[in-house]
């Protein structure tokens, strides 16, 4: 199994709601991504666990509160979101990050819209 | 700091012609990987090919092969055989060696025409 599920694969929220999105895996990898991308833009990373650990946090607003409840799963927390973070989420997920270069698997995405 | 370039925001090709991406990168440690992904309208970001910075020959994938240039600091994605499903978005991407993340170019977008 070499996939990355995402769910929903669309979101449309109001900017007081409280959602959540989901990724998981089951290709025994230990490093899980989130990426936030803008039309005709690359991904811009968000964060990255590794091993359950959030490793990286890439500055990112406190209204995005990412989870990892176990080596499989992946969730990103949304509350009080802004339009201007209305964009195509992906998750990914490698091996590991303690192995260089090794190549991330990515979700389909979840396409968010915030009202 | 490492730097993914891609000078090309959009390229044609005929159905069953070749085309190459280019690709040029920007870094001072001389361990590194280097990827290509391509995203159709769908969304999915799709893994190609890899080739890594001490690695002797090129890669090679099905139809895609990386033309690597180490000096040059180029690593294009040749596509042979174009296909219709061949239209996206495709993005180069750098990792070094230990914990650093993909950096991303921002992207070549290929129009396969029949």
């Known amino acids: 199994d070499t996939e990355v599920t995402q769910t929903p694969k669309h979101l449309v929220m109001g900017m007081t709601n409280k959602k959540s999105l989901k990724c998981e895996q089951h290709?025994?990898?230990?490093?899980m991504y989130w990426y936030k991308q803008k039309a005709k833009k690359p991904p811009e990373l968000m964060f990255v666990y590794s091993y359950e650990k959030l490793s990286i946090n890439e500055s990112v607003p406190s209204r995005f509160s990412p989870e990892c409840p176990n080596s499989s799963l992946l969730n990103l927390h949304l509350h009080a979101l802004q339009p201007e973070d209305s964009a195509l989420y992906l998750c990914?997920?490698?091996?590991?990050?303690?192995?260089?270069?090794?190549?991330?698997?990515f979700g389909p995405g979840t396409r968010l819209t915030v009202l | 700091a490492q730097k993914i370039t891609q000078t090309q925001p959009g390229m044609f090709v005929q159905e069953k012609e070749a085309v190459t991406l280019d690709c040029t990168y920007d870094t001072s440690d001389p361990s590194y990987g280097l990827f290509w992904y391509k995203q159709p309208s769908s969304g999915e970001m799709i893994f190609l090919i890899y080739q890594g910075s001490y690695d002797q020959q090129n890669a090679t994938e099905g139809r895609y092969s990386l033309n690597f240039q180490k000096a040059r600091k180029s690593a294009n994605l040749v596509i042979s055989a174009s296909q219709l499903g061949d239209s996206a978005m495709y993005f180069c991407a750098m990792s070094l060696s230990g914990n650093t993340p993909l950096v991303f170019g921002k992207g070549t977008r290929l129009s396969v025409i029949a």
């Open positions: 290709m025994g990898h230990r490093a």
């Open positions: 990914a997920s490698s091996a590991s990050d303690r192995i260089p270069y090794n190549e991330q698997f």
